[in-house]
């Protein structure tokens, strides 16, 4: 849950759907065939060698095919590259536990590592709390944004609001309730992009919810795109402005749903992560 210039209404999940192996039909022989005979040891070897002689050759067009930096990141038929949506291997990012990362490379891979990790504090259970917004705002977003921001998100984020998910004024759940709200990226995209500015996509996944035993909104998955305009601004990528919209979404599997105890314990053990390119 989070709050965008432009966002759009959430959205439930269509049809439910399953996944089913199909196994051959007949006898136990999956071959389907009789015993076949013995070949020569010539006729074996022969095809040893050529076997080998094929994988050499894949192995050697596939160093050809490997990460070359001067080469365009589309492939044949205007298709991405593998190498545009692998993960770079750069480094992450210096961070501190706890602390919000910081000192981005000022490229466009810099600024997708920001926005991504910037967009699992914008959809964060913290973000609800009056005394740890003001900090996010002033960490996340350029200086001459951040009055506006505050106010508008003291606004949305509201007592009223704040008591429809069951959480008092100080953003806290009932005692022995969680309020969840944790979001994971699954991928970047930079849409645009110059020396001081970049728009970049971030295709998240997440959890919301009230874990406890008398919650009446029970934790969930939901799935959406956040798309941040960034802007290099004290020797780092800060937010400028950003919004969000529903999707893309998968079929939702069948997984079984854990208790209220299980994923509030979940929550509270399994810490988050630093993302990057």
Not at 94 to 112: E, F, L, R
Not at 123 to 136: C, G, N, W
Request: contains cysteine; aromatic residues 8%.
């Amino acid at each position: 849950m989070s709050l965008g210039d432009g966002q759009e209404g959430s959205g439930g999940y269509g049809g439910t759907g399953q996944t089913r192996t199909r196994y051959p039909e007949g006898g136990s022989d999956v071959y389907g065939g009789a015993r076949r005979g013995g070949r020569s040891s010539s006729r074996s070897l022969v095809t040893v060698v050529g076997v080998i002689v094929l994988l050499i050759a894949a192995i050697a067009f596939a160093n050809r095919g490997g990460d070359d930096s001067s080469s365009s990141a589309q492939g044949a038929g205007g298709q991405p590259k593998a190498s545009s949506t692998a993960p770079s291997g750069t480094k992450p990012v210096q961070s501190t536990p706890g602390v919000i990362p910081t000192g981005y490379a000022h490229d466009a891979q810099g600024a997708q590592s920001a926005a991504a990790n910037y967009a699992t504090v914008l959809v964060s259970a913290d973000i609800l709390k009056p005394a740890r917004r003001a900090e996010l705002v002033q960490q996340v977003f350029v200086t001459d944004k951040q009055a506006a921001l505050t106010a508008k998100f003291d606004k949305a984020y509201s007592a009223e609001f704040l008591s429809k998910l069951g959480l008092d004024q100080n953003g806290d759940a009932a005692a022995g309730d969680t309020y969840v709200s944790r979001t994971v990226p699954i991928g970047t995209k930079v849409t645009s992009a110059s020396a001081t500015s970049a728009a970049v996509e971030v295709w998240c996944t997440g959890l919301y919810g009230t874990a406890g035993a008398d919650s009446t909104d029970p934790v969930t998955t939901d799935w959406f795109t956040m798309t941040l305009q960034m802007r290099w601004a004290d020797s780092d990528w800060k937010v400028d402005s950003f919004s969000q919209k529903d999707g893309p979404a998968p079929v939702p599997g069948d997984d079984k749903a854990s208790s209220a105890d299980e994923m509030a314990k979940a929550v509270q053990e399994y810490g988050g992560f630093t993302y990057a390119r």
